[in-house]
DNA sequence: TTCACTCATTGATCTGCATCAATGACTGTC
DNA sequence: GACAGTCATTGATGCAGATCAATGAGTGAA
């Protein structure tokens, strides 16, 4: 077995088809899907899978892992423009010009799939099902996007935490992992820059949480103890219903 | 000539079709586009297109006026999302759900055209250019949506306005309007809401702006008198050359 | 013309979070 | 097992922008 075929894993095959591949292709057509995705080794933690500037030529699904996106400015600064977990697409915001703008990096040890764009876009003309999918997909990036600019525009430090652990909570729930004990693969640092949060700020308000016997936190793991208050606290329980 | 005819002006004739119509589209499928917009008469100012709720059927697109979206939370606020200008397609995040969760209101009287979704598909899937154009299209509004969670996490009460306004003289160029002198169809409670800040913060941005000669407001009108300084502001002048 | 209403501006005060600073815990390396 | 480097936590201080308050300007209705 060579080394690239370790990490085939069919899409059939794939624990993760629910959230990647639509529902209503037929047999063949998640074949024909299959075909054009391709499968390489892991990233490792801290590599990047593309990076601003590059030609963009396809889009990428996370297989197991992690993946931060972020653009860096003029005077160095990193600048985190979001998380993607096990099943979820990235690279989306680069079709329109032909080039990323963002970069890609493993937050740890990541499988991911790479759907050349090329192909994709033939074969969605070709497979209806495939092509709502991928406006479902984008739009569903719009919608994500526009919920973060709320949350960056109108809402106290404890409000940003509070959302951003009942969404990761309602991701791995999603994957049908436990919702309310998980591992946050990204750094505090990550963290405050995507929600527009000091460092500090973060970590003071993870100790109030757990001085509250709201959130339990070591480290990277974290329980949420009390699911109903992190919802007061995040004022948008409902948000997190689907 | 009936009421609704007033309002009718193909897609050919239609001076904004270099923003809406893929370029490289042969005559017939201009046709066949122009032929599954439906256009009616003028949204009044404040009426709105849609409201948070409605099921979705149409993706609209501005041709005169301008248009803002918002969502509205549970205690009544309002938060402003986007703002539209003439060429602009608006109502994209709504089709992952299948429900509008957002709002689309006229700030001035609006003409608008309303493509009917599940015809857009169809076509999408027979024109390759259309579907790529869309592709693009839904892909840019993320990349756009992005650069606007950099800035309401990261960027100073200043470097906001003076991106805001650079972003809407690129715009108003775009359209073959002075980048330089144009009218705010918006109200400053709507640029603050939507970026974050209290009115008052606006108004004074505004109000220094104009005693450091960078520009010149009266009411909604403005005229950028110093470009560059205005992008030394905003932290951000090569974005706008695209 | 006057009244009612909404919108914009300006000043005074308050506060949530950034920033600065220091220490502790963890990780991998030689 | 000592050292360097990164990351997390906690405390002290300062400031950008929110909030509160008041006035003025613009708009439409009767």
Not at 132 to 155: F, T, V
Not at 195 to 222: C, H, P, W, Y
Request: some cysteine.
């Amino acid at each position: 077995m060579s080394d690239s075929h370790k990490y085939v894993v069919s899409c059939q095959a794939c624990s993760l088809n629910a959230l990647c591949v639509p529902h209503s292709l037929t047999e063949e057509e998640i074949e024909l899907v299959d075909a054009t995705v391709k499968r390489s080794k892991p990233v490792q933690r801290n590599k990047t899978v593309f990076e601003s500037g590059d030609a963009f030529s396809s889009l990428y699904a996370v297989r197991s892992g992690a993946i931060k996106t972020y653009s860096v400015d003029e005077d160095g600064e990193e600048h985190v423009i979001g998380f993607y977990l096990p099943g979820e697409m990235f690279g989306m915001d680069a079709i329109s010009r032909n080039v990323h703008i963002s970069s890609a990096k493993a937050l740890e040890t990541t499988a991911i799939c790479e759907i050349p764009y090329n192909r994709l876009e033939e074969l969605s003309a070709k497979v209806h099902n495939l092509q709502s999918h991928m406006y479902r997909l984008l739009s569903r990036e719009i919608a994500d996007d526009q919920d973060l600019q709320l949350m960056l525009s109108k809402k106290t430090a404890e409000e940003r935490i509070g959302n951003f652990l009942l969404n990761l909570s309602h991701r791995y729930q999603m994957r049908r992992l436990s919702p309310t004990t998980f591992r946050l693969p990204m750094a505090r640092t990550d963290i405050g820059n995507y929600l527009g949060l000091a460092v500090e700020t973060v970590s003071r308000i993870f100790t109030r949480l757990q001085k509250n016997q709201i959130l339990k936190v070591d480290g990277k793991e974290v329980e949420i103890l009390d699911h109903n208050r992190l919802c007061e606290i995040a004022n948008a329980c409902h948000e997190h219903k689907h």
